[in-house]
């Protein structure tokens, strides 16, 4: 089957057998991997990307179901070599560790962010609770959310 999906502003054209999930079809056929796997069940949060604005475990999520879908995943955050707010954050904060989960919690954040750019502790808490991270630098990375959600609304403003 020939679905068409908008990656990263990047249009593809893609011949599946129909059984393939995002998380394969992002990894094994367009060499994006900064996209983890981990789980394959929808429990850890590593495979986090972003489908038409929305937070969406990619491991779970059938990419013959997504035919003209706008997909961002961590490679497509970054303008050249100007950090996303959530990535610089996430940086300026400590919150990267091992590293592992930290593509999902980016992405999930940016998504969190897009729609709420000051969110409360517990919408925060909510936006990331399918995220693990086995580190548990949970802290600094509710910081990092934080810090960048105030960023993104200072360039709304300006």
């Known amino acids: ?8 502003k990047k249009p593809y054209t893609l011949q599946l057998k129909g059984h393939e999930t995002l ?7 367009l060499s994006l991997t ?23 475990l990619s491991c779970i999520s059938l990419a013959a179901n997504l035919d003209g879908a706008d997909i961002r995943t961590i490679e497509g955050l970054a303008n050249g070599d100007v ?3 959530v990535q610089k954050a996430f940086i300026e904060q400590g919150a990267v560790q091992c ?12 998504a969190l962010l897009e729609k709420n750019p000051t969110p409360t502790q517990t919408e925060i808490e909510y936006a990331l609770d399918g995220n693990i991270c086995r580190c548990a ?19 709304n403003q300006s």
């Open 99 to 110: 590293g592992f989960c930290i593509p999902g919690m980016v992405m999930s954040s940016t």
């Open 23 to 29: 998380l394969e079809v992002l990894r094994d056929h």
């Open 34 to 56: 900064g996209t983890k796997t981990a789980c394959q069940e929808s429990e850890c949060g590593t495979c986090t990307v972003i489908i038409n604005g929305k937070a969406v």
């Open 1 to 8: 089957m020939q679905i068409q999906l908008t990656i990263n």
């Open 83 to 85: 950090l996303h707010p």
């Open 137 to 155: 630098g949970y802290h600094k990375i509710f910081a990092a959310v934080r810090c960048a959600g105030k960023e993104m609304e200072n360039s």
